[in-house]
């Protein structure tokens, strides 16, 4: 009996623990209004891609959406509140996720395939002034062109 009450005491002490120092460690959200940068990316969205999937374009790049299936439960809020890790929005890393694209669809054999970023818009959930309620919105155009086939190969030797 003394043993099982040690444990639970152990295990909500470590619980705390683990709370608090997740609580320390959250750094504040800034975003810049001009250019977007540091903004929670709120969705991104992949348009004019018919060859692959979101889904397999989604999983090769670094920009990603804050959330899930859970994020807008109310019980879940105020915990995610404090252990959430969201993703912000840095032109530079959209910049190389577009030539990751470009890469990808490349070896896919679509050679004339132009990826850009079609649109980076903010999205207030809130009206004021405070940063941690700017959200951006992250929308990659692909423009995919037609597949290069190969019709014959001819070995020389």
């Known amino acids: 009996m003394r043993s099982l009450a040690f444990q639970t005491l152990a295990l909500l002490a470590l619980l705390c623990v683990s709370f608090v120092a997740g609580c320390a460690g959250r750094e504040k959200i800034t975003c810049n209004p001009g250019d977007l940068s540091g903004c929670v990316i709120d969705?991104?969205?992949?348009?004019?891609?018919?060859?692959?999937?979101d889904d397999e374009i989604e999983s090769r790049i670094a920009t990603a959406q804050t959330g899930g299936a859970l994020e807008k439960v109310p019980?879940?809020?105020?915990?995610?509140?404090?252990?959430?890790?969201?993703?912000?929005?840095?032109?530079?890393?959209?910049?190389?996720?577009?030539?990751?694209?470009?890469?990808?669809?490349?070896?896919?054999g679509y050679y004339k395939a132009v990826v850009r970023a079609g649109r980076v818009r903010r999205i207030d959930e809130r009206r004021s002034d405070d940063p941690t309620s700017?959200?951006?919105e992250v929308e990659i155009v692909v423009e995919e062109g037609m597949p290069t086939r190969v019709r014959k190969v001819s070995l020389v030797w």
């Open 134 to 136: 700017v959200r951006a």
């Open 43 to 53: 969705e991104v969205e992949i348009t004019g891609n018919d060859a692959l999937d």
């Open 75 to 108: 019980l879940l809020s105020a915990i995610d509140a404090v252990t959430w890790e969201y993703e912000r929005f840095d032109r530079f890393v959209l910049e190389r996720d577009l030539q990751r694209v470009a890469r990808l669809y490349r070896a896919k």
